[in-house]
Nanobody, 116 residues
């Protein structure tokens, strides 16, 4: 059983920075890690992901403001958010894709509010 526990999030002023972290537990061998977000009334969308080989992919709206990294020894993935905008406000979800089983695992979500 794979579980994901997220940390970070909260209220931040526009232009501020924040780090989201996610720790996975369970048995995983070959897996991608990533972050999605969902604002009220919208569909969940990819923010950024990093493959087991270290290749990253980011949404266009990231535009160099966000950075994703992973630590395989700790089974963690982090998302550094910089120059936050009000439109970045959403629930952010950690995702792990197990390449062997084809299963996606999700965290419980952490809320990011960008407001002055």
């Amino acid at each position: 059983q794979v579980q994901l526990v997220e940390s970070g999030g909260g209220l931040i002023q526009p232009g501020g920075s924040m780090r989201l972290s996610c720790e996975a537990s369970g048995i995983l061998y070959d897996y991608d890690m990533g972050w999605y977000r969902q604002a009220p009334g919208t569909q969940r969308e990819l923010v950024a992901m990093i493959t087991s080989g270290g290749t990253t992919k980011s949404a266009e709206f990231v535009k160099g403001r966000f950075s994703i990294s992973r630590d395989d020894a700790k089974m963690t993935v982090s998302l550094d958010l910089d120059r936050l905008k009000p439109e970045d406000a959403a629930d952010y979800y950690c995702n792990v894709y197990d390449r062997l089983s084809g299963v996606h695992y999700w965290g419980q979500g952490t809320q990011v509010t960008v407001s002055s």
